[in-house]
């Protein structure tokens, strides 16, 4: 009954399709009743088509058609060789002028690597990305055009017959960042610079010389970097790249973000990228020079992650990077989570959703009447939008804080309370099924997240995020001290949720309150709790603004 109530409490979490995969194994296993087990299964077909447990329910349905005579589902006929492979599907982007992000999913997790070639003679400067044991249809090998001053267009094609390439055409860029979500998997590829037509000034260093670095714990071995679903592109992407040409390559730059130094073991002579007839021949004669290729698996770096206000001791006193910069507010997103085909969790007649969203335009006024800051929503009406696309959003808005809001939900009723987080690695419990929950993936597949972390976690970003979310927690449990509402305070802490990683500015995710508690199910319904918590949320935004700026004074 657990496992049900998961797919019934949370219907539009990927782990839904989890739940109903132990479902059908007890009617199956425990239960005897393959009957049962059967159209379980083909829930998880028909409903999860992205989800990881597609192939197992597959396995689990031919079996069954095998022993039991029980016939296969029509989404399970006339599949082809080619299908059984990844899908590649079409890139999508969003674009600003300093800024691009490029999402790639495939339709099951597959291993990936990327390099960045220099320009020779007519080449332009470019980064690839290859995916193993992958398949791209040919209606998606056209190229997309970007043309924004960053990346001229994105190229795909089938490079080998278990290979695809997709290619990003490069016109000034600065540095990079590449890192995957699962369930369903997908690739985000960052890219910073420039514009050639941009006036480029020099400026003093935004942030002091890092201190000694502290090594990470060794994460676990992961599939191949997993990752997730692209979301609607900004600008009609629904394309990708034909022909990938070939070309003699010159070695990686040791200055490209995320690569190491070259090491012995990392020398190899680069594939050549898809000939043309005409240029076999010159290739065979000419090899081209050696380059430093990465590696397959990502291994995780040492990083100087300073501990938070929560964990760790930070004198009040010591002025953060933002406070001796002076920097002000002048952009906030608000996320809204879940939406659309996604309710978040649902209880007692409400969905997170719907809530939030309420909470969010609630929260928008208020901010808009205190900073005068321009307050940009994710989502202002009942739609889906993948996890990546909210975080482009406040990158190429350029944006200066993100903050997302979420209800919680837990399978015991007696649990209740409001916490904040603020992206970070945890070996907390609570604050992994949290994340996971909202995540929509599995703690085990967090665990491997120390390795996407290492390479993008900023120093300065966590603890300015920390201050941001100790203020507007702070807050609330003030505001509601004294209210006739009752919330429990939970804390702050820290987390590895998806929808923050690659905000490049101070960003927090809200768990308000728990819609499976009676009692907070019951304040959540209240207008006048929600417009109490947005007035509250935002007298803690607006004292951590007026710290930045008063420090300078």
């Known amino acids: 009954s657990y496992y049900r109530d998961v797919n019934t409490l949370f219907p539009g979490n990927r782990l839904a399709d989890d739940a109903l995969y132990a479902v059908g194994a007890i009617l199956y296993e425990d239960m005897n009743d393959p009957r049962r087990a059967a159209e379980t299964f083909t829930k998880i077909i028909s409903n999860y088509p992205d989800g990881d447990m597609g192939t ?9 058609s095998k022993d039991y005579d029980i016939p296969l589902p029509e989404e399970m006929l006339g599949t082809t060789p080619m299908a059984k492979l990844p899908n590649v599907k079409p ?71 278990d290979t695809v390439r997709v290619v990003l055409d490069i016109e000034s860029i600065s540095d990079y960042k590449i890192f995957s979500l699962p369930d369903p998997f997908r690739v985000v590829i960052d890219v910073r610079g420039k514009k050639k037509n941009q006036h480029i000034e020099t400026v003093a260093p935004l942030s002091p010389p890092p201190a000694p670095p502290q090594p990470l714990p060794q994460p676990r071995p992961s599939i191949a970097q997993k990752s997730s679903t692209p ?36 020398v190899a002579r680069i594939p050549p990228e898809i000939p043309t007839t005409s240029e076999t021949e010159r290739l065979s004669a000419d090899p ?69 969203l309420k909470m969010g335009k609630r929260l928008a006024v208020h901010l808009r009447e205190k900073l005068g800051a321009t307050v940009i929503l994710t989502r202002k009406d009942d739609s889906f939008m993948p996890l990546e696309e909210r975080t482009a959003i ?30 970070n690695l945890t070996t907390n419990a609570e604050a992994m099924r949290v994340a996971a929950r909202e995540n929509a993936t599995s703690t085990h597949q967090l665990s491997d997240l120390q390795d996407i972390l290492s390479d993008i976690l900023q120093n300065s970003k966590i603890n300015e995020s ?14 509601f001290s004294e209210s006739h509402f009752a919330l429990k305070n939970m804390g702050v802490k820290q987390a590895p949720f998806y929808v923050l990683i690659g905000a490049e500015m101070p960003a927090i995710l809200i768990e308000i309150a728990f819609i499976s508690n009676p009692d907070d199910a019951k304040l959540l319904g209240d207008k006048e709790f929600i417009d109490k918590l947005a007035e509250q949320i935002s007298d803690g935004i607006s004292l951590y603004a007026n710290a930045n700026v008063a420090s300078t004074e």
Do not use: C
């Open 231 to 266: 979301s609607e592109s900004v600008a009609s992407s629904e394309q990708t790249v034909a022909t990938v040409e070939s070309e003699p390559t010159e070695p990686v730059p040791a200055e490209t973000v995320l690569s190491e130094a070259p090491r012995p073991d990392m």
């Open 288 to 356: 081209g020079p050696v380059v430093v290729l990465r590696e397959m698996r990502k291994r995780a770096v040492p990083v100087d992650i300073a501990p938070s206000p929560i964990e760790g001791d930070i004198p009040r006193q010591q002025l953060s990077l933002a406070q001796q910069l002076g920097l002000g507010i002048g952009t906030i997103v608000l996320d809204p989570g879940h939406g659309g085909k996604d309710p978040g969790a649902i209880a007692f007649g409400m969905k997170e959703k719907d809530i939030v």
């Open 394 to 423: 406040a990158n190429t808005n350029s944006a200066d804080l993100f903050v997302s809001l979420h209800i919680n939900a837990h399978p015991s009723p007696d649990i209740r309370g409001f916490e904040t987080y603020f992206l």
């Open 56 to 64: 197992p329910a597959e396995t689990r349905l031919k079996r069954l």
């Open 466 to 479: 920390s201050r941001l979310a100790e203020r507007v927690h702070d807050s609330i449990d003030n505001g």
């Open 91 to 161: 890139a999508k982007y969003w674009s600003s002028k300093d800024y691009t992000r490029v999402v790639v999913q495939t339709s099951g997790p597959t291993e990936y690597r990327e390099e960045l070639l220099e320009k020779v003679g007519n080449r332009p400067r470019r980064l690839y990305i290859d995916f193993r044991d992958s398949y791209i249809e040919p209606r998606f090998r056209s190229p997309i055009p970007i043309e924004d001053g960053l990346l001229k267009r994105i190229r795909t094609g089938q490079f080998s017959p």
